[in-house]
Structures are given as C-alpha cells and as structure tokens.
C-alpha cells in the first residue's frame, strides 16, 4: 500500500506537468483503490483486536493503524499535488523543475527505506531518519527561498508526504 501510494505521488506531480499520459480521473481510480485496501487493513486489525490477544500485540494495534492511514494519506496528497502541480505547468525555472524533480526522487528512495525497515532491516531505518532530515531542510529552504506561490503550495503538499513517511519510521520499533 505504501509503495503504490508513493508511486501515485510521482505520476500525480508528472501527469500535471505534462510529463505523463495518465488522467486525473485515472489517478483518482489509483487512489480510490488504496482508500478500499486502509478500510480493509482497518477491518482486519479490528477484527483482530476482539479477540484475546497478547498485550505486545494490543500495544501493536493501534500504532500499525496510524501507519496504514499514514500511508492512505499519501495517496490523499498525491491527488493535492496533482491540483497544485498542474498551476505549475509551463511556469517552472529549470531550477524550479529539477527541484520537484530531486524531492520525488527522494521521497521515492525515502519511502524505499521505510518499507525496507517495516521488514525489520536496520539499516535502512538509519537511512531512512538521515533521508527525512534532509528532504525536510531541502523543502524548508526551498519554501523559504521563492515567490512562486503555486511552488509553495507544492512544496507544502511535499513536506506532508514526507512527514507521514516519517511518522511510519518513528513508529516502526514499536510495531516490530
């Protein structure tokens, strides 16, 4: 669910650059489809929680839901972005361009990691944690450095999805 909610965030972005054939309403079917698998994931994890269980599973639960809605809401924001991105077609600076373009490739690798780490690889927790800080600083400059209000809006959208990644990363030893 997590990979296919970052993969809808970087068509989305592309799709309203102009850099992709796929449709808005095609990207909204991709979308619908991750909230049907959160639903599904949380009626399970109910289903789960009604009976007896362990008290590490209990404690587990509630933090493994926070992720799947984690993850749902990146699919949310990739629609956001795709609103927001599309003000931008035609009106980006090459450095402006190659930007958006560094930060899904980030995000990307970012969200990588974190799956990597959900399947208990340390490592790629560590990278993940240094891959969030950086992105953070990169967005907060980028933020802070223009007057294209659309691209703020972008970046404020790219921010999130980043933060929603590293909600799952803070979460992951108490899920493991």
């Known amino acids: 669910m997590l990979r296919r909610a970052t993969t809808l965030t970087q068509v989305a972005v592309r799709s309203a650059l102009g850099e992709s054939e796929i449709t808005r309403d095609i990207l909204q079917e991709r979308e619908d489809s991750i909230d049907e698998r959160q639903n599904a994931i949380r009626d399970y994890l109910v289903g789960i929680s009604q009976h007896k269980i362990s008290s590490r599973i209990a404690t587990s639960l509630p933090e493994i839901m926070h992720c799947v809605n984690d993850a749902e809401r990146v699919s949310d924001l990739a629609m956001i972005l795709n609103t927001r991105a599309s003000l931008l077609n ?44 950086e992105l953070f600083e990169k967005l907060k400059s980028q933020a802070s450095n223009t007057t294209n209000l659309p691209l703020v809006g972008v970046v404020s959208s790219l921010r999130d999805v980043v933060r929603h990644l590293s909600n799952i990363t803070d979460r992951i030893d108490t899920i493991s």
């Open 90 to 133: 035609g009106k980006l600076n090459e450095t402006e361009h190659a930007f958006i373009y560094d930060m899904l490739s980030g995000i990307r690798s970012l969200s990588t990691n974190v799956r990597k780490s959900l399947r208990g690889d340390k490592e790629a927790k560590r990278i993940a944690s240094e891959k969030e800080n």
